[in-house]
């Protein structure tokens, strides 16, 4: 494996409307996330990760974006946004931006030239076809069958130049078209203009979604005209080639239904795309047959089959991204953990997991003090498109109320993105004027300044595991050996980087669990045992051989092999 800062660094992933609101607007702003720095550069995380906050009229909060190289001006200037990013580099921080590519906004100028008319210089930037014939309908319908992930065909028909174009998300969301050399040098010229600013690399938005497939034919079932596309790693390697590899950067693709061999030609050491992917397989764990809005109850063998497969896979050809939750998924320790009365031990076990798999770990904001999924009572106080829309939908085809309502406390994306709870004063401390979505009820108890002020929070707990990877290579770098496939409760690996080898065990579960080591699996010298974190006190020289487990109870030893 070779060394690199990106493999040995923690990212920590900023929404900025509901990070911190700095005039009272209810908005978060780059004010807000500036006046928080040192609260980030004690957690001592090592690169930030900010979603857009460029111009956007806000159709999925920002990544719909009508200008790549200004401000939103809800969020600030150029100027704060600078001042942003000399402030992390001064406190040995880095930041990485979100590049929004498969698709701009409608309110982009590329588009609103684009859909003036058919033979506009701007026409082809985007995906237009004529409808198809459609005798039983009234005369034409969508040119094919895909549809949007945020409901309904993926074609919107176009009065002015009576076309329809592709729009793979929201309607105002029209996808670019890749085809098109033009587009592609526009993106790379855009993107070289923030790398010249300073940043130090780019998470892609649903970057394996750029090529689709010619003629773009109706999908079968289980087929895709756009996921990993014919000339998507074309792409991605010109990309790199012209853009990426004159700079130290680090990147990271998010690609939705990926395998991990899908994963190695997206950031295999030698691929010449990308540092690492985000992939979505554990993600969909608690899915039903009807995706992910049928909330399903999960394994832990499952789960554990899931990240083994990646870990051993992607060992030594590409690089994992480790997460649990961001701004599109719901909170992991609602969804994985304890909620309830085991919040703080369940939060740490979840956190030990992170932190010591093979890949870079990402936090999510609040994911550092335990902050959890949110139960509004009326649909009226969401305010996240993707669930709007399912809501609208499900109801149109006589789902029931309250059913839908279950559906959006495990999975809505507003989970993720009521704001960030600073204090317990009111609106969390996150606005003094009134929030752009309400703050989670639980601000109270969970908050920042109770987990600063309490050296036994999940914060400090965060911080430590920050702090172990900066001490011990192994943590980084160290081949990944699950040691229990079976067991329903324990989930128990090892590390091994030459000599030095961890054992990490995790009670995944509120009931205690008996750890038997499996002396075949892991060969260690007993004496040298070093207990590195538990969410537990744990007697002096306890024998590791045979443990009982408490709720969640997680420790990570580090050994000598013989
Ligand atoms: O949110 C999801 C879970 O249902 C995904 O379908 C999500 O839309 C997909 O992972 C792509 O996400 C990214 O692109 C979207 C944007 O809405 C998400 O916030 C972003 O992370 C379109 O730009
Ligand atoms: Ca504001």
């Known amino acids: 494996m070779v060394k690199k800062w990106w ?13 911190m609101d700095s005039n009272g607007d209810g908005v978060g702003d780059l004010k807000g996330i500036i006046s928080k720095l040192d609260y980030l550069k004690n957690l001592g995380v090592d690169v930030i990760w900010l979603c857009p906050v460029y111009e956007s009229p806000n159709d999925d909060n920002g990544y719909d974006i ?12 150029m100027k704060d946004w600078e001042d942003l990013l000399a402030g992390l580099h001064d406190r040995g921080m880095k930041l990485i931006m979100d590049l929004v590519v498969n698709h701009s906004s409608d309110e982009h100028a590329w588009f609103v030239e684009s859909r003036k008319s058919k033979d506009n210089p701007y026409r082809d930037y985007y995906i237009w076809r004529s409808g198809k014939d459609d005798p039983e309908g009234d005369g034409v319908t969508e040119p094919n069958n895909w549809g949007s992930f945020f409901s309904g065909s993926a074609w919107q028909y176009d009065e002015a130049t009576e076309e329809y174009f592709l729009h793979i998300f929201s309607k105002k969301q029209p996808d670019l078209n890749w085809e098109n050399e033009k587009v592609r040098r526009e993106v790379y010229d855009m993107m070289t203009w923030w790398l010249d600013k300073g940043i130090d690399g780019f998470r892609m938005d649903v970057i ?26 074309e792409f991605m390697q010109e990309m790199n080639r012209e853009v990426l590899s004159k700079y130290d950067v680090m990147t990271v693709g998010e690609t939705c239904d990926v395998t991990p061999d899908d994963a190695i030609l997206f950031a295999g050491e030698d691929r010449g795309e990308l540092n690492m992917v985000f992939q979505f397989e554990l993600m969909g764990i608690d899915s039903g047959p009807t995706g992910k809005w049928g909330v399903a109850p999960w394994k832990l063998s499952e789960f554990k089959k899931i990240v083994s497969k990646w870990q051993v896979e992607l060992q030594g050809k590409a690089w994992n991204s480790i997460y649990l939750n961001n701004h599109d998924q719901p909170r992991l320790l609602s969804r994985f953990g304890n909620d309830g009365e085991h919040h703080s031990v369940s939060g740490k076990m979840l956190a030990t997991l992170l932190h010591t798999l093979q890949g870079t770990p990402y936090i999510y904001q609040g994911e550092e003090i335990g902050m959890t999924n949110v139960r509004f009572e009326s649909i009226d106080e969401y305010k996240d498109i993707e669930t709007l829309n399912m809501y609208r939908e499900y109801r149109d085809n006589g789902h029931d109320h309250s059913a839908i309502m279950n559906s959006i406390y495990a999975k809505g994306r507003d989970n993720a993105r009521t704001p960030m709870q600073w204090n317990d004063e009111a609106n969390a401390g996150f606005t003094t004027g009134t929030p752009w979505l309400a703050v989670n009820p ?24 920050i702090e ?3 001490r011990h290579d192994v943590i980084v ?7 229990d ?4 409760q324990i989930y128990a690996y090892t590390r091994t980087l030459g000599k030095e080898q961890l054992l990490v065990i995790l009670n995944f579960y509120e009931h205690p669990a008996r750890f038997v080591l499996d002396r075949e699996k892991v060969s260690f010298d007993s004496n040298t ?7 537990y006190d744990v007697p002096a020289n306890q024998d590791i051989d045979q443990l009982t487990l408490r709720p969640y109870e997680a420790r990570v030893y580090k050994l000598t092999v013989n």
């Not at 109706?218 to 000339?231: C, V, Y």
């Not at 045992?529 to 969410?535: F, G, H, K, T, V």
């Open 66 to 77: 009508s200008n790549y190289q200004s401000i939103i001006g809800e969020f600030g200037t």
């Open 7 to 19: 493999k040995e660094s923690v990212v920590y992933q900023i929404y900025p409307r509901s990070f």
């Open 468 to 470: 172990l990877r900066k």
């Open 477 to 483: 770098y160290g081949e990944y050996v699950l040691i």
């Open 485 to 488: 496939a079976e067991n329903e």
């Open 442 to 465: 639980n601000y109270k108890e969970i908050n920042v300044e109770s987990a600063l002020a309490d050296e036994g929070s999940i914060f400090y707990y965060y911080k430590k595991l």
């Open 529 to 535: 045992a070093e207990l590195l974190i538990s969410n």
């Open 208 to 233: 394996n979604l750029i090529s689709k497939v010619p003629g773009l034919p109706d999908s079968k079932e289980g087929e895709s005209g756009f996921i990993n596309g014919p000339r998507v790693h």
